[in-house]
């Protein structure tokens, strides 16, 4: 089905500002049963986003972060869904150092072929339309990539999921490009570093699920960039049985 990504991005916006209206004010943090944090923020989100799918697309059915997870046994007959994330990056939200992201992605047979990433506190949209990507800041829209002309070779990081393993990948990188920066990013804003040409690499090697990364594969796609197992180096599927990521690299697609 063709997804009108420009009626995607209008939802993400308002999913942002129902985010922001909680910013300010007692976040309300609980614990799931993974013992990661969850806010009323990511709750009201969730329901307003998928509300708003279904009533777009009544027969795509939506997996989310924050709703009911579905069985493998029905979620198997899916051909196409929307994957979303409310509120990628509620350790940033609760941080309050406003690098958390709205993620909605739209999958058919395992692949991501629409995103959509909204920054609410930068007011910042990165989305597909037809064969580009696109950013657009207050209003601004640019094609991605954006012309860059930094000399540094740039890998992004995760702000709070560090590691040895992630730092001893690094340290190998820097080993080809000694004069490497290190750029720690929370939630999807890594994966759109990537998409604007303003990062080169992004190895991780912490658990992510599938609504982390999605909406961002699909954007790098767009530009040339892809998202891979590091074991198997195959591209990222989705909608499996385990909705966990394997460790992965992001980065440009080898040629």
Not at 42 to 50: G, Q, S
Request: aromatic residues 10%; hydrophobic residues 35%.
């Amino acid at each position: 089905m063709k997804i009108d990504t420009y009626k995607i991005c209008e939802i993400a916006k308002a999913a942002g500002q129902i985010i922001l209206n909680f910013y300010d004010g007692d976040l309300d943090v609980r614990s799931k049963d993974d013992n990661s944090p969850v806010t009323q923020a990511d709750i009201e989100a969730d329901k307003f986003i998928v509300g708003e799918l279904q009533k777009l697309y009544p027969e795509i059915p939506v997996l989310s972060e924050e709703s009911a997870k579905v069985e493998y046994q029905i979620r198997k007959n899916w051909k196409e869904l929307f994957i979303v994330d409310p509120l990628d990056g509620t350790k940033e939200f609760i941080n309050k150092n406003g690098q958390f992201s709205v993620n909605i992605a739209y999958v058919q047979d395992g692949v991501p072929k629409e995103g959509v990433i909204y920054a609410p506190t930068l007011d910042t949209l990165y989305f597909t339309y037809e064969n580009s990507a696109y950013r657009e800041v207050k209003g601004k829209r640019a094609v991605l990539p954006v012309e860059n002309t930094r000399k540094e070779y740039i890998v992004v990081a995760s702000r709070s999921h560090q590691n040895k393993q992630t730092l001893d990948f690094i340290e190998q990188i820097r080993q080809k490009h000694p004069g490497l920066k290190i750029d720690n990013r929370g939630s999807s804003l890594k994966f759109c570093m990537l998409a604007e040409g303003s990062a080169d690499e992004y190895p991780r090697f912490a658990p992510t699920s599938e609504w982390d990364t999605a909406a961002a594969h699909a954007i790098l796609k767009r530009v040339g960039c892809t998202i891979i197992d590091i074991k198997t180096k195959k591209e990222l599927i989705y909608n499996k049985e385990n909705l966990l990521n394997p460790f992965f690299w992001a980065g440009k697609e080898p040629k």
